[in-house]
T-cell receptor, first 111, second 114 residues
């Protein structure tokens, strides 16, 4: 079945450093979504990428979708303590299919 | 408040028992999804319903079942509970259409089996 792999599993950074998490699918995706889950919270939708090679930015966050639509990345510039949480990518092969979530990358930011 | 309501927030029960988790989707959303999140683990897809019909199944155990009612709320039934079923169970909903919309998650039900 479809798998979505995400690395790294954990990342510890000093406040102000950059952070990147990578997502790779075993199959071509129609779209990829990113979610953030704060400690003790629920996943919150951040963004959706649909087009091959698409790049979207949200303030200090940059999201990319690979040309082959099988991989994606999330890059955070100059991390802040408010960025702490687990970042999940989630892919869908399309149509009404459910989202398959990656295992997530837990980000810790040290002040 | 995300608009997706899950009850109860916490549930403690004994092994062998049966529980029902409830989810009310965001207004206008027709799809409901159930996910299981064990401690420090990712989100494991269990099952999806769309407008009352089962749409997709994931790694859902035979001891687990779900349904979506005409008013679109959904229930996840867990029976013959085992210690390993202890987890956070999330419900999410999404708008109608061919897909590609972000999910709105509820706050989850934390199930502890003792």
């Amino acid at each position: 079945g479809q798998q979505v792999m995400q690395i790294p599993q954990y990342q510890h950074v000093q406040e102000g450093e950059d952070f990147t998490t990578y997502c790779n699918s075993s199959t071509t995706l129609s779209n990829i979504q990113w979610y953030k889950q704060r400690p003790g919270g629920h996943p919150v939708f951040l963004i959706q990428l649909v087009k091959s090679g698409e790049v979207k930015k949200q303030k200090r966050l940059t999201f990319q979708f690979g040309e082959a639509k099988k991989n994606s990345s999330l890059h955070i510039t100059a991390t802040q303590t408010t960025d702490v949480g687990t970042y999940f990518c989630a892919g869908s092969p399309g149509g009404y299919n459910k989202l398959i979530f990656g295992a997530g990358t837990r980000l810790a930011v040290h002040p | 408040d995300s608009g997706v309501t899950q009850t109860p927030k916490h549930l403690i029960t004994a092994t062998g028992q049966r529980v029902t988790l409830r989810c009310s989707p965001r207004s206008g959303d027709l799809s409901v999804y159930w996910y299981q999140q064990s401690l420090d683990q990712g989100l494991q897809f269990l099952i999806q319903y769309y407008n009352g019909e089962e749409r997709a199944k994931g790694n859902i155990l035979e001891r687990f079942s779900a349904q979506q009612f005409p008013d679109l709320h959904s229930e996840l039934n867990l029976s013959s509970l085992e210690l390993g079923d202890s987890a956070l169970y999330f419900c999410a909903s999404s708008p109608p259409g061919p897909g590609g919309y972000g999910y709105t998650f509820g706050s989850g039900t934390r199930l502890t089996v003792v």
